[in-house]
């Protein structure tokens, strides 16, 4: 399956499960969003996830995300690029994005 038909399989189950999920435009893609707040979206054939710097630190440094810089020359702290391999870690990383935007306190 192309990452791009399971980020899509993915955000579609996301979407259905969480009353608090919807879909929105964000460059030139069509993301997910919690309380008005993108979380999840795919940009070139990646997907694109907005988590705590230390956690997207962590992914750089282990060769699996890749710095995510929205055509800016810069990248983004709290954005990673990512290719799941399958269907369960990429619902668990989109997951992990879902509650990282939803928490209030952060």
């Keep these: 399956m192309a990452s791009e038909d399971m980020v899509e399989m993915v955000a579609a189950e996301i979407s259905d499960g969480y009353a608090d999920v919807e879909r929105g435009r964000i460059l030139h893609s069509v993301g997910l969003k919690t309380s008005g707040k993108f979380f999840a979206f795919v940009a070139r054939g990646d997907l694109v996830l ?43 990383l989109m997951l992990e994005a879902r509650a990282f935007v939803a928490d209030p306190g952060r």
């Design 50 to 92: 907005k988590l705590p710097r230390q956690r997207v630190e962590e992914l750089l440094s282990s060769g699996v995300g890749r710095p995510f810089d929205a055509g800016k020359g810069r990248p983004l702290r709290e954005w990673v690029r990512l290719q799941p391999s399958d269907a369960s870690v990429c619902s668990a």
